[in-house]
């Protein structure tokens, strides 16, 4: 049974920092791309960054480019994602997934989700 479970969320002023990881078991984590997406209340879920699985090749949404950083270990079967000068639009349910560059990123239905970890940044 494929389960991602993440951590790390929290409640942060402003300005501040969190680092979310993700666990993942149940799948050969090296084959796998990863990403991070988040959803807030009364929005539609939305990306905010891919790693690939080597780790070469990484994106991420315009609104969290330079403020954010993906990363992967893959012996320890994890992915993180380094939030930095948060700000209060970045309230969310913070979700890992597992899958490829095309479900990922363009059709945004990777293979498998977690449950989510709740980020609250308030000002």
């Known amino acids: 049974q494929v389960q991602l479970v993440e951590s790390g969320g929290g409640l942060v002023q402003a300005g501040g920092s969190l680092r979310l990881s993700c666990a993942a078991s149940?799948?050969?984590?090296?084959?796998?791309?990863m990403g991070w997406f988040r959803q807030a209340p009364g929005k539609e879920r939305e990306f905010v960054a891919y790693?690939?699985?080597?780790?070469?090749?990484?994106y991420y949404a315009t609104s969290v480019k330079g403020r954010f950083t993906i990363s992967r270990d893959n012996a320890k079967n994890t992915v993180y994602l380094q939030m930095n000068s948060l700000e209060p639009e970045d309230t969310a349910l913070y979700y890992c997934?597992?899958?490829?560059?095309?479900?990922?990123?363009?059709?945004?239905?990777?293979?498998?989700w977690g449950q989510g970890t709740q980020v609250t940044v308030f000002s």
């Open positions: 997934a597992a899958g490829s560059l095309t479900n990922i990123m363009r059709t945004m239905r990777p293979a498998y």
């Open positions: 790693i690939s699985v080597s780790g070469s090749n990484i």
């Open positions: 149940g799948l050969t984590f090296s084959n796998y791309a």
